[in-house]
């Protein structure tokens, strides 16, 4: 199953701060294996995984109510 975008939203923010896929897992510490299959739109990674490789390029990942809310990615 692949999600829509997302993969590239973290590929293109990478490339934009100018770091390897090695180097953003140094930063999020999390494996290179786990970087690479979210810019390959793979979603079999955990939750925990995912945050922290948001994390280390800048974003923070909101999420609200499911009765009322939305879930919104800011940088």
């Known amino acids: 199953m692949k999600n ?3 993969d590239k939203l973290l590929t293109e923010a ?5 770091i ?3 180097e953003l897992a140094e930063l999020a510490g999390v494996g290179e294996t786990v970087v ?7 979603t079999d990674v955990t939750l925990s995984s995912f945050i922290s490789v948001l994390t280390g390029l800048g ?6 109510s499911p009765l009322g ?4 990615l800011e940088r």
């Open 4 to 6: 829509n975008n997302l």
């Open 14 to 18: 990478r490339k934009a701060q100018g």
């Open 20 to 22: 390897s896929q090695r």
């Open 36 to 42: 690479y299959k979210l810019e390959s739109g793979r």
């Open 59 to 64: 974003f923070e990942l909101k999420c609200h």
């Open 69 to 72: 809310g939305a879930v919104t």
